[in-house]
């Protein structure tokens, strides 16, 4: 069955550093790939995406990568801030289809 | 600003009630989904609908029922409602003409927060 993997339940950082998380998948061929943020009872919000044939995609301090042959997409926030903690989740789409990964927690201290 | 809403934001009910959860859009997107969040399961879909008209059943789709009148709203009704059912649930639209071939980005509502005892 199709599976979807994010790193860990809770990822915990210093402020100024790099976040990297993790989206790993099993029994799928996404034709893209999103990120979204979700605040404490919010709903969450589009990041960014990347499709199956590019490798690598930037936005501000924000950065993903796709590897269709790992499986593995990794998220990275630089240069990150206390206002950056959120739940990260990742999001696989195609084939009429999209499946949410449960999300990683981050927290970045001050 | 177009938005989406969902109401009531909180709703606790008794099992085996009829509940009916409102979603509302103002963006005039086509399509419509239904998610329930859950700890550990991540976002799964209910329900969704590529326009007036159109239903169709997603992963986890026993018990629940839409039905899609007009563009802007997407009611969902838990039939007789279960304490299984107790979840966080999320409507989303996205306006992708071929939904799921290409970015269908999705815009997500506040959630509701229901409980059933």
């Known amino acids: 069955s199709q599976k979807i993997e994010q790193n860990s339940e809770a990822l915990n950082i210093q402020e100024g550093k790099t976040a990297t998380l993790t989206c790993n998948y099993t029994?799928?061929?996404?034709?893209?790939l999103q990120w979204y943020r979700q605040d404490p009872g919010r709903g969450p919000v589009f990041l960014l995406l990347i499709r199956e044939n590019e490798k690598e995609k930037r936005k501000e301090r924000l950065k993903v990568t796709f590897d269709t042959t790992l499986k593995q997409s990794l998220f990275h926030i630089t240069a990150s801030q206390p206002a950056d903690s959120a739940t990260y989740l990742c999001?696989?789409?195609?084939?009429?289809?999209?499946?949410f990964g449960a999300g990683t927690r981050l927290t970045v201290k001050p | 600003d177009a938005e989406i809403t969902q109401s009531p934001r909180h709703k606790i009910t008794e099992t085996g009630r009829q509940v009916t959860l409102a979603c509302h859009q103002t963006w005039n997107h086509n399509n419509m989904f239904w998610y329930r969040q859950d700890l550990g399961h991540g976002l799964r879909l209910i329900h969704y609908?590529?326009?007036?008209?159109?239903?169709n059943k997603g992963e986890v789709s026993d018990g629940y029922s839409v039905s899609r009148s007009n563009t802007e709203d997407l009611p969902l009704t838990l039939e007789s409602a279960a304490s299984s059912q107790t979840s966080v649930y999320f409507c989303?639209?996205?306006?992708?003409?071929?939904?799921?071939?290409?970015?269908?980005?999705?815009?997500f509502g506040p959630g509701t927060r229901l409980t059933v005892l």
């Open positions: 989303a639209s996205s306006e992708d003409p071929i939904p799921y071939l290409s970015t269908d980005t999705q815009y």
């Open positions: 029994n799928y061929s996404p034709a893209y």
């Open positions: 999001a696989l789409g195609g084939n009429n289809d999209m499946r």
């Open positions: 609908s590529y326009g007036v008209q159109d239903t």
